[in-house]
Nanobody, 115 residues
Framework: QAQLVESGGGSVQAGGSMTLSCQASENLFRDCGMGWYRQPPGKEREFVSVIHAVGSIEYAVPVKGRFTISQDNAKHMVYLQMSNLKMEDTAVYYC?????????WGQGTQVTVSS
């Protein structure tokens, strides 16, 4: 059974908005920091944003001010609200649980931003 399941990807025009969702298992959500990474075409996977287990939030510089990470503790959900999307935001987006034992990855969801 998958511990992290992303949804909400798709295609959007530049300047548009999109929200990604990640359903986490209870143990991951309780014990780990929850975040998002992305892998643009032909590039390495890169950090996007995280809510640490202590509650602090970080964003990568390219998305700061445009993306917002949030979570619903009751539903064990993590969200990534993306606005003013740019073509360079095109990537496979991965939900990640950053745990002491290592990182658990979701299966990824494609986000394509077109002009």
């Amino acid at each position: 059974q998958a511990q992290l399941v992303e949804s909400g990807g798709g295609s959007v025009q530049a300047g548009g908005s999109m929200t990604l969702s990640c359903q986490a298992s209870e143990n991951l959500f309780r014990d780990c920091g929850m975040g998002w990474y992305r892998q643009p075409p032909g590039k390495e996977r890169e950090f996007v944003s995280v809510i640490h287990a202590v509650g602090s939030i970080e964003y990568a510089v390219p998305v700061k001010g445009r993306f917002t990470i949030s979570q619903d503790n009751a539903k064990h959900m993590v969200y990534l609200q993306m606005s003013n999307l740019k073509m360079e935001d095109t990537a496979v987006y991965y939900c990640a649980a950053e745990c002491y034992a290592g990182v658990v990855w979701g299966q990824g969801t494609q986000v394509t931003v077109s002009s």
